[in-house]
Every structure is written in C-alpha cells, then in structure tokens.
C-alpha cells in the first residue's frame, strides 16, 4: 500500500463533469488499496474571473485582499471535489492551505513555503478519508494571514505535501502526456519521456519548458519526491522526474554537482524544515539506487524553447575593474533577474567594450529605466534594447560524458542557416539565442540533429498549467 | 467619536459598481470620524449558484463540505469590498469568520456562535482601518473547521461583533427603509417604524417579518445592541430597535419579563461569552434610560403575518394524561419546532379530543411520517394536514396596559367577514389562523383598525435579506 499524492490542475476539474471524472479516478486509486492525498487548483477560469472583478473594483487592489479573493477559487474546487468523492461511498475530507499546514512567508501573491506540518492531513489519511487539500494557498506564521504562491503553486504545493507526508509519488496530472523531447506544436515528432532526472528536469523547466515550473523541480530535488507527470485524461504512464534521468548511468553522480548553474538561485526552503509526520516503518529511498542496468538511455533528454526573453546590449562600457558590476547591482536592485550574459573582447585601442544580457521581457522596461538613470556612473554610450529574440536549450546528464554535442548542436543550426548571437552553457544543458522568427526552424532542426524524432507523429498538444 | 458597526447584504453587494457605492459610504463614515467594522454577506445570487455547483455533483452534499463551499462568497465579497476602500485612500482589511473569532459550534449549516474574541479587528480599528468581517461564518472550537450560521447568518454576524466589541451601534443596511407597520406589498399604505424594542422585534420577527432574524433580534435583546435598521440605497433613518419602543414608558418594565411566550427557545450563547476587547472608558448603557418623553408612542406596533406554515389536527386523541405529550415528543424527536397549539374541550361522553398545532410547511411530511408511525402507541384515529392557512400577528408592548385590543381585533376581522380558526397570544403580541386566501384582507383590515395607516402611499417593496 503506497501513499499516493495527486494534484489536478483547474483544466481537470473545470466543471461539474471533470469533477465527476477525477473523483472516480481517486476513488478508483482509494479503493485500489493505496493513501491518497490530493491537491487541487481552482475551477478552469475562476482564477482569471476573480482577477477580473478585482480589476472593477481597482487598478492595483492590495496584494493581501487579493489572496483573499484567489484562494476562494480553491475553496470551491476543493469542496466541490470531497462532495464528488463521497457520492461514490469513498470517505473525503477538504482542508484549506491553512488547515493542512502549509506555512508561509508574508509575500503576498508570491510567497515561499517555509513549513508543511500536515498533521490534520496525515490524521484524515490514517482514518482512511481522501484528503483534498486547496493548492496555491498557505497561511503566514504569525499572522495567520492568507497567501497565495504565485505561478505553479499548486504544483509545489503538492510536491512540499509529498515529502513532509513521505509519500511514495507525487503524480501532476495535466492536459498532456507528459515532458515531451519538444513542444509537440511546434515538433509533431516529439517524444514522450519516460524518466527524466531532477537536475535534467530542472534545466528544461528554467530554460522555457512549461510542463513543471522551476520551483516546484527545485523542490522535489531538494526532499527527493519522486514525480509522475501524467495525463488526467489518460491512465497510461507519463514521464517519471526522479534522481535516475534519461542517462542512468550518470545520474549517481550528477546529484549535488551544481549543475543548474545558470539556473534562479535555489529558493526551496531550509534544510529539515519539512520534517513533520514521518510515515514509521518507510526506509529513505537511497539516492540513485534505481540507476543500475539503464545504461542504454540517449543522451539528451530533450530541446526546450523559450520566447519570453529579451536582449539588452550596454554599448561602449568602459573596460577597467567594477564597470561590470555596477551595471548587475543596478539591474539587480530594479528586481530584475538576468539569464545568460556575454562580454565581448575588450577592444584594445579604445579601452571599451560591450555588454549584453538577456532578461524576462517583462522586466525590460524596469531594467533599461535603471540602466538610464546610471548612465553617468557607469560611462556607457548607449543602451541596445531587442525582444524579437529566441532561446533554444538542449538538456540531457549525457552530454557531461560526450564530447561533440556542442560542434553537433552548431553545425546542425549552421546547416538550416540559422545565426546564432549568445551561448551559454551548464554541465548538462546548452542554450543559444536566435532571432525569434527562426526559434521554430532552429528547435525542429536539432532535435532531428539528436536523433529525438519518434517513427510517429504523436500530434499531442503541448501546454502548461496556470497554477 | 462612535465605533459603529455595519452589515451589508447581498443586494448591497451584489456587483462591482454597488461595491463602490457602499466602499463610499463607508469611508464616508471613517472619514466622518467614527471607528467602522463592516459585515459583509456573499455578492447576490453567489451563494445559490454555489448551491446549484453542489447540487450537479451530488442531491446529498456532506454539511462540511457544503460549508466549505459557500464560505467562498464571502471570501470574494469582503476582499473586494476591502479592496475598493482601499482604492478611495481608507485603509480596510477583510477577516475571515475565523480571523474574526466567531468560535461556533460543530452544527455544520446551522452552526451556533459559542464565543466572538475579536482581538484581531480590534487591533485593526485601534490601527485606523475599516475592518471588514466575513458574515455567515465561523469556526469550530476544537478541530478549525468552518461552519455557516444559517439563514439570517451575516446580521447575526454583525449584532455578535458588535456586542464583543462594545460598539454603539450596529447598522443592518437592506433594500428597504427599515421595519414597516405591515408588508407594504400587502398594504400600500403601511408606515416605516421609527423605534421599536427588543420584545416588540422579536415578537415581528417571530410572526413572519422578514426584515431581520429571530436569532439576530434575540442576540440584539441579550447584549442590549442597539440595531438600526435603514436602507443602503439612502442616507435616512431608518428603524431604532433598543430597549425602548413603540410604547416606550412601559419598555423599562418589560425587559426580560418573558414577553415573547410562544417564541422559539432562546438561542443565544450563554452570559459572559462575548466579554473580549472592552472598549475602555465607555460606561455601560442603562437600561431604558432614554425612555423618559416618549409616553404618546402608539400602542401597537405593527402587524406581521406568515404564509409558510401548515395545522395539522390529530383527531379523536384519548383524553388521559400523557397522550398529548406523546404527540409532542414524537414531533419534537422529528426535528420539528411547534408554534401554535390548539386543544378541544373533551367531550365528555367520548373521552376522546382533537389537538390541533401549526408548524412550518416545510416540516410537514416529517411530522406526519412520525405520527403516523406513531398512531398505535399514540391511539388516534386520523391525521387533517392543512397547508392553506395564513398566519396573522398584532404585535405591540402596549397592548398590555390596553384592554380591549384583542375584541377590536376580532371585530375587525369579523366587519372583514374573515373566519378566526385558532388563537395564541404572549404579553405583547395575539395571532390568529386564518384561510391563506384570506390573509391579505385580514392584514389590511386589522392596520386600519389600529390606526397604522399612513396618510401617504409610502409603496415601498419589503424584502427580507437571506443571509
């Protein structure tokens, strides 16, 4: 008997039918033999319509009130869903972010989970009741005020269950099969992938993948929660994210290395700080264990895009010591995270040279105003701004162990005459940046390059969930 | 400087554009200086749609559950409420029942309020802002599971705060003027009442009218909460209910003399529960102090009447002692509340007796089932079921030192042509049963034999609020 974590997505319970349909799939996986827990998002477009009534009422409505107003979606959702369980003679209980310990810090919209003492949870399971639990909502510490996580907080909701319950599996169901080598869109020969590892996932999740946000990888990572991204719409196998990745044989050492190097620093809570309501009598998963005899896997797990970005060039940066970093003090002190950078030679005669990054579109305005407002300090000449930008990232533990993926990666690129204007690499991952209009040709190209393409067209469509 | 508190209901609230209005009228009342604390019900038609949302999963909703669910129209309401005072430059915070400290009891969608400790709202109001509480809702002492209070919940809310907190005066807003003589639907020509007291309310409330709860009033009268009831669609006065009335020499006498005989047992938490927060330096209000000059006040009140319930007569019961507290004990096991009841002289050549009572039409099968299980032991020999009856109810505390009100009662009703079938009366208040068909005349006859009617057609719609 396993004790299982689900987390359904607002797609999957979109109304009072997929309600129906998700209940029989947990009273099925209840009667089954297994604990389940589940995790919940709010109704299909409850979430936008709160957002929208709040817009009536006010341009910029207070951050608290509004994670009062979101977390009503999960409220209904969640009940709604115990209801459905309990018509089909399957005990279920619903219980708040709150109720189920999910304990926060005070950044309304977008705060961190800092605790999860699921006792209420656990105490429901042990009776032998379904547990719903509301994803995306917590209480603060000391205020026992609500909050919201902000995007995929259901998702991380339900991997922080995972592992402060020790459950054997935390299974995200979604709209699609699973993590595909590609966007299906806009690769019709993209495969599934059956196992992926933490690190590997966590590359496509940070390099444009939408599948599982980045948080919530950094957090199975972190505890060790086995996922299982599936389909709610189908009951076969999706893609299981565990420590054991698409090259087995690496995965043993990989862990820890620091591989995500150009990742978002880690914002996973503290060590020990999920370590309620062990479940006696479960031995830790030894790390890596599951490795042996997998050793055949390909070498890339897949080829992620990323159209989000911009580019900003700082030109005629005066080349001596500190010049650099001033320019990230004051783009970091305008709350803007920066992705890859590139420092072209210093040109020699002039003692200047150029800058460039690459940053959410959505905080370009927010970084070029702060770049302008320290123009004299710095000393630069002018400022550079492009969003017609792509990102193309290749993922896969493999490529530690083999040389040439990058000459292959080039030339498969130069071979479909697509210019490639920044690089940036970690041990497990490659990222270029191409002009935005060549991204599709430049994703199709290398992940035929890599031998990724299945025999069929599998023709699924590829989406995130919201929340 | 007064703290006031004030409930909207749902009409109030029912869509962005009334938020606004209501926001106004509330920072109106802060910016006037006052100390507000605001109860809020759920938007207009939410809390039916989330019914009709459980009822397509399930006809039999788990009572938790079902909490649960409709405790999110508040959520919305309150934070959106907040949100628009916010946005007029007022500070407002919105509370859960729960953040409010309305401790109820375990009775999920009729849950009874144990204990208020609002430390919370008072620490907001000290701090200067708006608080806005959720009505409707509580908390379960033990185990912090949300409960509703039931119908008339969020005014019940707000007399309940209102008392904990000390405030002056608690403002039930609705969508009409205040407590009229009569239903102005029924007659044109009934007149606002101006100030009414605890007993005379309770006694309306009692017999039908709809403008404010039975439980509300009864928590009103137990914590002496002054009650204004006023419309939130105008800035008049509305309705004073204190401990001084219509007949406001004898209202100081009446108080807690058991007035209201034939109402249902007293609901209202036991002394000393609501003793958190005392505002200090504000004396405690003497009893009927303000009751000096307001001798000519009319003798009655108002007339209320009822339509929703139902006489069942039990014939041909054995007249021995016990039989007719069987039949009361077996309705009373069936859950069903009592209001009037009638019993025959025996005839004495039979020893055999009809007993007659009404009880809410919606009990009716409940209670007829029961009897007739019970008819063996009970010995009777038929059941009369009779839901076309219609309730009238002359409530006023100056009836009592007026003799003669009950004839000029019946004589009207008789000039009427209108046929009396069964009589009860308390200290303040005499109904009669009449055919449901004959209700609207009877209730116009009897206002214009007391002299209620206006000299102007005041043709307001009257309207209870449902929650």
């Known amino acids: 008997m396993a004790l299982i974590v689900q987390k359904y997505g607002g797609s999957s319970v979109a109304d009072a039918a997929s309600i129906k349909r998700v209940a029989k799939r947990i009273a099925g996986a209840r009667r089954a033999g297994d604990d389940v827990v589940v995790v919940v998002s709010a109704m299909g477009d409850t979430t936008d319509e709160l957002i929208d009534l709040a817009n009536q009422i ?121 993590v595909f080598t590609a966007d299906p869109r806009i690769v019709p020969t993209a495969r599934k992938i059956d196992r992926i590892s933490y690190d590997e996932m966590l590359e496509m999740a940070a390099s444009g993948a939408k599948v599982l946000v980045l948080r919530c990888v950094e957090y199975a990572r972190r505890y060790r929660v086995p996922v299982h991204v599936r389909s709610s719409f189908s009951t076969g196998t999706g893609t299981l994210v565990t420590d054991v990745g698409t090259d087995a044989a690496d995965a043993g050492t990989s862990l820890g290395a620091g591989a995500a190097a150009t990742a978002a620093a880690p914002t996973s809570p503290g060590a020990g700080a999920t370590t309620s309501s062990p479940r006696p009598g479960r031995p830790d998963r030894p790390d890596g264990a599951e490795g042996a005899g997998q050793m055949e896997q390909p070498i890339i797990s897949g080829v992620a895009h990323d159209r989000s970005e911009a580019k900003i ?70 400022l550079q701004y492009d969003d017609t930008i792509g990102k193309l990232s290749l993922v896969g533990a493999g490529m530690k162990s083999h040389p040439g993926v990058s000459a292959r990666l080039f030339s498969a690129l130069a071979d479909a005459g697509i210019n490639i204007e920044m690089i940036s690499t970690s041990e497990i991952r490659i990222s270029v940046v191409t002009r935005a209009d060549q991204l599709d040709d430049a994703v199709r190209a290398v992940h035929t390059a890599f031998e990724l393409d299945s025999e069929q067209d599998e023709a699924v469509v590829y989406g995130g969930t919201g929340r």
């Open 313 to 382: 060039t700082v030109v005629d940066v005066p080349d001596v010591p500190g010049k650099a970093a001033r320019i990230f003090q004051v783009v970091a002190a305008a709350g803007v995270n920066l992705d890859m950078i590139v420092q072209n030679v210093s040109a020699a005669s002039t003692g200047l040279t150029d800058i460039s990054f690459t940053l959410p579109a959505s905080d370009g305005a927010a970084a070029t105003t702060a770049l302008t407002e320290h123009q004299p300090d710095i000393g630069y000449t002018s």
């Open 58 to 178: 006010t341009p910029l409505p207070p951050s608290r009130e509004m994670d009062i107003l979101l977390t009503a979606g999960e409220r209904i959702s969640m009940s709604l869903l115990a209801m459905a369980i309990s018509s089909l003679g399957v005990e279920a209980q619903s219980f708040t972010g709150q109720q189920a310990g999910v304990i926060t810090d005070e950044a309304h919209g977008r705060a961190r989970i800092i605790d999860v003492s699921p006792s209420r949870i656990q105490a429901a399971v042990d009776a032998g009741a379904v547990a719903i639990v509301a994803g995306f909502q917590g209480v603060t510490q000391h205020t026992n005020d609500v909050t919201t996580l902000g995007r995929g907080g259901s998702d991380t909701t339900a991997v922080a269950l995972a592992a402060a319950l020790h459950a054997d599996v935390c299974e995200i169901y979604t709209d699609v099969d699973g």
